[in-house]
């Protein structure tokens, strides 16, 4: 299981160039004026874990099969998109696609590359994307909560259900707050929020953009980021996609030695990553022997059978029991034939909650 992260932002705050170093192609054009990307650009991304290559190490694996990650480079957002302004419209129905928004910010200071609002304040960039996805749904909800209350008066169950929960997302939107607030009082109200594909609900994933020299620590632009971050519960984390570029075709030594000179530890896609599954609840399971290592991605709070499906719906339907190994046992013990003989091979049964770092073996009919 992958999941899908939208790139959005104003014009030229270097949303293109960051998909590009993160994608490591020249799919979208990177270019200093607005609209410069129209069509999203997909890329998918191998996601870096340096446990998987442990494990692939330890079993002697042919192949390593890393789980990926998929970023969608959307058109830049100007004021109005929720009116159909620029490529609002397109823009908007875009991002109903992803899974997670990860908004691109300017947090740099550069007089040769223009700002579409003439001033570089990503504080009041990110109010103006979310104002136009919370106008957006404002409207959207204005006339399917009025909808859904007259069809509960006729005793519809799932009318009543959807007009209590979008109707409590209807008043968060009156009050200037993203629907993502709203708080489901069952699993049907969380089906309801989630059918209706409102943009405000979506996690959000701040990237500060900032320049090379500020890469390690930030500036004051990004504090001010990361500050409204804090405040209404969403990620932010500090590119330089200036540097992403530059680490484009350097090899693994070569990388590790630039990161270290501009005081990096680790490259701009680790940070997006590690902040996405987070952001999205998400966590890595492992499949490992002799001819390949692979890593999985589930939601957090999975059950074995699930963790299964992911691999084949058939392991789902007709799952026996997972042979469990935690990674550090794995590793500590060198193997599977080890950590059985030690008494850290667990059969579990269909019941078991999928734990970060588990490697595990399917058994089913």
Known sequence: ???????????????????????????????????????????NVAVPDARLDKLASIASSQKIIPTQLAFVDIAGLVRGASKGEGLGNQFLGNIREVDAIVHVLRCFEDDDIQHVENKVDPVADAETVETELLLSDLE???????????????????????????????????????????????????RLLKQAQLLTTKPVLYVCNV?????????????????????????????????????????????????????????????????????LHLLTFFTVGPKEARAWTVHKGASAPEAAGEIHSDFQKGFIRAETIAYDDYVA?????????????????????????????????
Do not use: W
């Open 1 to 43: 299981m992958g999941f899908k992260c939208g790139i959005v932002g104003l014009p030229n705050v270097g949303k293109s160039t960051l998909f590009n170093a993160l994608t490591e192609t020249q799919a979208a054009q990177a270019a200093n004026y607005p609209f410069c990307t129209i069509e999203p650009n997909i890329g």
């Open 140 to 190: 959207s909800l204005e006339k399917r909560v009025p909808a859904f209350a007259k069809k509960a008066t006729s005793g519809d169950k799932e009318a009543k259900a959807a007009a209590s929960v979008l109707g409590q997302a209807l008043e968060l939107l009156r009050a200037g707050k993203p629907a993502r607030l709203t708080e489901p009082k069952d699993p049907e109200e969380e």
């Open 211 to 279: 320049e090379e020299g500020n890469a390690a620590n930030g500036n004051a632009h990004s504090e001010a980021v990361f500050a409204r971050a804090k405040a209404e519960g969403a990620q932010a984390v500090i590119v330089s996609a200036a540097i992403e570029s530059e680490l484009v075709g350097m090899d693994a030594e070569e990388r590790m030695m630039f990161l270290e000179e501009m005081g990096l530890h680790e490259t701009g896609l680790a940070r997006v990553i590690r902040a996405g599954y987070e952001l």
């Open 333 to 365: 013990l060198g193997g599977e034939a080890k950590a059985r003989e030690a008494g850290k091979l667990r059969a579990e049964g269909k019941a078991y909650i999928v734990h970060d770092g588990d490697v595990m073996h399917f058994l089913h009919s």
